[in-house]
C-alpha cells in the first residue's frame, strides 16, 4: 500500500494569519514545526494502518517548507517547484493507493482559516461545471482520473465540511474552527497530532485503488477582484472573458483543466501590481 500526502499550509495546526505562511518570516520558521508536526502524524498514522511506502509531496508556496529531519523516518518527501501535476505530482505514476490532503483550507471566496485558491489574493471564486471548487475539489477530480480516492482531509472545520462534498467517505480532522479568515479556535499540536494519526489509522484501509473516473469534459470559470487580470488570464490559448471579471475554459480531463488553471493563475500573478492589486 502506497500513500501519496499532499501537504499545504494554511490548514496546519495553530496557522491564522497570513505570515505564519510567509517563507522567511519569524512566524512561518515556528509554524513550520507545527506544520511538519501534523504531517508526520499522518505518516505514523498511516503506517499504523498498514501502509508499506508513504510519499510527501510538499504543495505550499515555495514548496520548501517541511522540516525532513522531524518527520517520521519512513516517510519520503518530494520538495520542489516546477511540477507537472503540482499539488497532487506523484500520482500519475499508477503507483499510489490512495491520497491525504494535510492541511489543506477551504476555497476563495467562501469561509474559512485564510480561504483562498491557489492564489493568496486576486482570485475571488472558481467554479467547476458551476460547483464552487477549492483546491480540494480542483485535486480531488485530478486523482480520480487515476483511480486514487482522498482518504485522508485535515484542516479547519469549514474545510472538513468542504471535502464533505468531494471525497465523502473519506476520514477529517479539524485542527481548528473557523471565526474568521484571520481567527480560529486552536487545539494544541499534541492534541491535533493524536487525532490526525488516529484518523490516518482508520483511513488507511480506504486506499484502494478503483478504475480511473473519466468524467470530462469539464467547465473551469474563475472570477477576479480587478478586470485587468481577465486580460492576463486570456492570453492563454482556450481561456475566453465570460462575465465581469471572469473568465472560462472547457478541457478534456481534469489533467488538462488543473495545467491550464496553473497557467492561467501564473500569468494573473505577474499582472498584480504590489498596492493596487
Known sequence: MKILI???MEGATGVTWPADVLPGTPQWERCR???TSD?????????????DEVLINEAHWSMRNLLLEELDERAAML??????????EGVQHGDVDGIAFVGYHTGAGTEGVLAHTYLANSITGVWV????????????????????????????????????????????????????????VCRTPARTAADIRAAAREAAPLAMRHEPVQAGPF????????????????????VEHSGVRRV????????????????VTTLVSAAVEEQYG
Request: with cysteine.
Open 219 to 238: 467547465t473551469v470559470e474563475l472570477e477576479f477582484d480587478a478586470e485587468h487580470l481577465v486580460g492576463a488570464a486570456t492570453a492563454v490559448p482556450g
Open 33 to 35: 514545526h507545527l506544520f
Open 6 to 8: 499532499s501537504a499545504d
Open 39 to 51: 504531517v508526520s502524524a499522518a505518516v505514523t498514522g498511516f503506517f499504523d494502518g498498514g501502509a
Open 79 to 88: 520538495t520542489g517547484k516546477h511540477k507537472s501535476l503540482s499539488m497532487v
Open 129 to 184: 461545471d458551476g460547483v464552487p471548487a477549492s483546491e480540494g475539489r480542483l485535486n480531488s477530480l485530478v486523482v480520480a482520473e487515476y483511480g486514487v480516492p482522498v482518504v485522508l482531509v485535515t484542516g479547519d472545520d469549514r474545510t472538513c465540511e468542504d471535502a464533505k462534498g468531494y471525497a465523502p467517505a473519506a476520514r477529517s480532522v479539524a485542527v481548528k474552527d473557523y471565526v474568521s479568515r484571520y481567527a480560529a
Open 248 to 263: 472560462a475554459y472547457t478541457s478534456p480531463d481534469m489533467y488538462e483543466g488543473i495545467r491550464c488553471f496553473k497557467a
